[in-house]
């Protein structure tokens, strides 16, 4: 058994290394933050340099942006971040380390799902598949390599899946353990990924108070309640630590679809299939879903208990989910993560099925067939990538100029700490965290009399908005220039 683990675990390890190259991975890991959503990129890299820099305390999280007292935020639970900034001291400063660091735990979460399809399907190429389709999505492998959390948190719920699907068949507590702490890591990291979490509670709470199965114990459902109860604490934690410091830069509660008026629900379900589905699977995939749904339920029979139990409450829970946050979607695609865990399961699922209905020469042909298919869209995949990287619509760099001006500032003796404002930057961190400078940008329709009055000393603007009436009282201010941004001090 262990050699067929190893098995399928290195052809999926083989076929990772494969299509990282196919999706030009070995660019996007050393970059900084930088194309779709640069904006929540650069809050995550913000966390992580201050950390490091200001010698915060692991509970004592800060980004550059100043519309708080000084700077103090939380979210998602920041242990990638914390450990980023050891990294940083121990090995020199690089923000991609966080790249890496999510990369490294993506990988980790597709050998967990082979490990998982392994116990359910004894074919071990068949095995590899679930983890192949979950390598065939943009936004996975996109966002798996980048700074956001949301990746990490499926991850780590995929990870405690597969731990709590080896439970039911070695029976030792130590998988079961294992499996909650790494669902309540995912839900830690980002709430949204607690829905394998919550319908591992159900499952085990039916198994010992209504079918009375001696497997699942009072000590497990002890852990259980103890891990959703430190899910809460860490909400009351981030809800009282943002009171205090005065900023809520990132989403901390739903935005349903109740609160959404009719023209931009139009507007995201036109988005959703124009733009999100193709960048979260190839569309030669989606037209299989309804298909594949269609014939697991028809073939039911042949699942095991944890399946038959997981799939339905694992879709009604990511149908609330998407109906709760449902407004997010007008721009966000990165809040499709979460619900990835739906496809991997029924994936699993199906495969499981197709493995007991065909012979081995209907199989063959249906793996020539998968082959063809996951060649067709993995260059779709691509195409995706490469629109993140080079169309203008896409990708949401700052001017260039930022990505290099801190050493130009340091030049002029313009201190780290010293505070600026950014007028052309409309997100919360981005220039602040590239100039490695605290301070505003014109969020929440900060002026330069606003930042000025709180202690702001010198504005980065580009050379254009120094023309516009607010702005031209300045031009005699000018002190230094960076590739058409202008150093002013105010």
């Known amino acids: 058994m262990l050699s067929d683990k190893i098995k399928s675990v290195t052809l999926t390890t083989i076929i990772f290394l494969v299509l990282s190259f196919v999706y030009e991975m070995p660019h996007w890991l050393i970059q900084k933050p930088c194309s779709v959503h640069v904006w929540r990129q650069s809050d995550c890299a913000s966390y992580a340099l201050n950390y490091f820099q200001n010698e915060r305390g692991f509970f004592s999280p800060q980004v550059h942006h100043r519309h708080a007292i000084d700077g103090a935020t939380c979210s998602e639970f920041p242990i990638i971040y914390y450990t980023a900034s050891k990294l940083y001291k121990w090995f020199g400063f690089n923000d991609y380390y966080i790249r890496w660091i999510n990369y490294l735990i993506l990988y980790a979460a597709l050998i967990a799902v082979t490990l998982t399809s392994v116990i359910v399907i004894n074919n071990l190429i068949l095995a590899t ?80 108070l209504i079918k009375k199965n001696l497997l699942y114990s009072r000590a497990h459902i002890f852990i259980i309640f103890s891990g959703f109860l430190t899910v809460f604490m860490w909400l009351i934690f981030v809800k009282v630590y943002n009171e205090m410091g005065q900023y809520f830069g990132n989403l901390q509660g739903t935005m349903g679809i109740w609160l959404t008026d009719k023209n931009t629900i139009l507007y995201i379900i036109q988005r959703t299939f124009t733009e999100w ?37 694992v879709a009604l829970a990511c149908i609330c989910y998407l109906l709760a946050f449902f407004a997010v979607f007008n721009v966000h695609d990165y809040y499709f993560i979460n619900v990835f865990c ?50 203008q ?56 009399a606003d930042a000025k009055s709180r202690g702001a000393q010198y504005m980065l603007i580009e050379s254009s908005l120094l023309e516009q009436d607010s702005f031209k009282e300045y031009k005699e201010y000018i002190i230094g220039e960076h590739k058409g941004i202008l150093i002013v001090k105010l």
């Open 342 to 391: 739906f496809p991997v399961l029924l994936s699993i699922a199906f495969f499981h099925i197709i493995e007991q209905q065909l012979s081995v020469k209907q199989l063959r042909i249906f793996f020539a067939l998968s082959f063809i298919l996951f060649i067709m869209c993995a260059e779709d995949t691509r195409a995706q990538f490469l629109f993140r990287r080079y169309d």
């Open 277 to 313: 589905m193709p960048a979260m699977v190839s569309y030669k995939i989606w037209w299989f879903l309804v298909p594949v749904i269609l014939y697991v339920i028809f073939h039911w029979k042949k699942l095991n208990e944890i399946f038959t139990f997981f799939l339905p409450f």
């Open 129 to 208: 598949f679930p983890a192949v389709l979950l390598m065939m999505s943009c936004i996975i492998m996109y966002y798996g390599s980048n700074f956001l959390p949301d990746v990490p948190a499926l991850s780590c719920a995929l990870i405690g899946f597969y731990f709590f699907v080896k439970h039911s068949k070695s029976t030792r507590d130590s998988d079961i353990y294992i499996a909650i702490f790494f669902s309540v890591l995912a839900a830690l990291l980002k709430i949204s990924s607690a829905i394998l979490f919550i319908v591992i509670a159900l499952f085990v709470i039916y198994q010992r």
């Open 393 to 448: 619509g896409w990708n949401s760099v700052p001017p260039q100029g930022f990505y290099d001006i801190e050493q130009y500032l340091r030049s002029l003796g313009i201190d780290r700490n010293t505070l600026i404002y950014s007028p052309s930057d409309p997100t919360t961190n981005v220039s602040l965290y590239l100039s490695n400078n605290p301070g505003w940008t014109n969020l929440f329709g900060t002026t330069v």
